[in-house]
């Protein structure tokens, strides 16, 4: 087959890296890609949502199976987009239509769903402009921390914890006045959950899925969890206290209900389900659903995947995935990622990278560069993730840690207490 990877990410180079190996590619395809992908397929410079674009690329390059690897492309139709093309409409495609990626794209919605489906979640209320005076009754009925959610897609900055009620009041104001644009025009208010988070996935064909190995991320953006939220500063797979017991209770659930109730409501959804989970006393509850593979977890998860990961792509796409088989590698995988000077706020691009030579052992996901002629330059916040296995968490953070200490730019940075509190 010829496969396309839309994407530019850490997540779609480690996609492309455990597509690459399989015997059923024939050719692979990144759009847009980056510098790291280029050495895997060929980079085809398209915009994700750049919709006819994309159907030229398709159409030029006979692609057979496309995998979209961002969530904006899905919340905005390509899946809808290809199925309803005269032209395209017989291509597999992984990823869900744009009703299934409302569990993303709007957390009212998503409430809703886990609520009709029973799905253990935190007690919650959506606000707009109009029930202000009923959004700030329900926040002075809860105990601090005070959680407010913009409803649509913010680039991961949506999500406000606040101490205070007085600042909470505040916030909720703002938002809805437009500080996250249209996104916040509604927002959700949630009780707070105390417990440890950590990520599952599964691959679905709409009726069947299978559960992918889990992960721990790390999103703030200083050591000991303090400072800002970040896209994700690292990753971790497997989780020490994701043990079977743990992990059963998340699909009877979870996972389970979640695939049944898109199927009970007819919602067609092929791809990937990110299940944002909190560990409250050992019981597993929703924080939140993505519609695509988590980013930076990716870059470890796939490391952990040992069987053909275009067999399981392939059986999503086309209804099969019930005959196929996935198998993990008992290895610890660690992805610690490296981001520009300033990230999560302001920050330089265009600062040249030096050093990938010296990687001795592990695996180099770019995330945010590109080329300028002959040099790799950085092109965002979150620049490289360096992956590594382990017989442990120590022993595969100490080698990405050491190849991390290799590579340089002006202004690098990176976690050095990842694991801090699974070890």
């Not at 999560?344 to 600062?351: E, L, N, R, S, T």
Request: aromatic residues 8%; charged residues 25%.
């Amino acid at each position: 087959m010829n496969i396309l990877v839309v994407g530019s990410g850490g997540r779609e180079h480690a996609m492309a890296w455990k597509i690459k190996p399989s015997p059923k590619v024939n050719k692979l395809f990144i759009a847009p890609g980056n510098a790291g992908t280029r050495e895997l397929g060929t980079n085809i410079p398209v915009g994700v949502t750049d919709f006819e674009g994309l159907k030229k690329a398709i159409l030029d390059n006979q692609i057979d199976l496309v995998v979209v690897g961002p969530e904006v492309p899905l919340c905005e139709g390509l899946t809808d987009f290809i199925l309803n093309d005269d032209q395209l409409k017989n291509l597999k495609v992984v990823g869900p239509q744009k009703q299934g990626a409302m569990l993303e794209g709007s957390k009212d919605f998503a409430k809703e769903f886990m609520q009709r489906h029973q799905i253990p979640t935190a007690r919650y209320q959506t606000v707009t402009v109009d029930t202000l005076s009923e959004g700030l009754a329900f926040l002075s009925s809860l105990k601090a921390p005070y959680v407010l959610k913009a409803d649509g897609l913010a680039a991961g900055k949506g999500v406000l914890i606040i101490s205070s009620l007085e600042e909470a009041e505040k916030s909720l104001k703002e938002m809805l006045a437009g500080q996250f644009g249209s996104a916040s025009s509604k927002v959700v208010i949630e009780e707070f959950l105390s417990g440890i988070e950590c990520s599952v996935f599964a691959i679905t064909d709409g009726i069947n899925y299978k559960i992918l190995p889990e992960a721990k991320d790390y999103k703030r953006i200083g050591e000991g969890d303090t400072g800002l939220n970040t896209g994700g500063m690292g990753a971790i797979s497997p989780v020490p206290f994701c043990d079977a017991r743990f992990m059963k209770k998340v699909e009877d659930a979870i996972v389970r209900p979640t695939v049944a109730g898109l199927a009970n409501e007819n919602i067609p959804y092929k791809g990937f389900i990110f299940f944002g989970l909190i560990n409250c006393n050992g019981d597993p509850y929703v924080i939140e659903y993505n519609v695509r593979m988590g980013d930076p977890e990716t870059e470890a998860v796939m490391l952990r995947i040992k069987s053909d990961f275009v067999d399981l792509l392939e059986g999503a796409a086309t209804g099969t995935l019930a005959d196929k088989a996935i198998e993990f590698d008992p290895r610890t995988a660690v992805t610690v990622m490296m981001v520009s000077g300033g990230y999560p706020g302001d920050y330089a691009k265009g600062k040249v990278m030096t050093g990938f030579e010296k990687n001795e052992g592990s695996i180099l996901f770019h995330a945010g560069t590109k080329l300028s002629g002959n040099a790799v330059v950085t092109d965002g916040g979150r620049v490289l993730a360096v992956s590594s296995y382990g017989n442990s968490i120590n022993e595969a953070l100490a080698l990405s840690y050491s190849n991390a200490a290799k590579i340089d730019f002006e202004g690098k940075y990176y976690r050095k207490d990842l694991g801090f509190d699974l070890v």
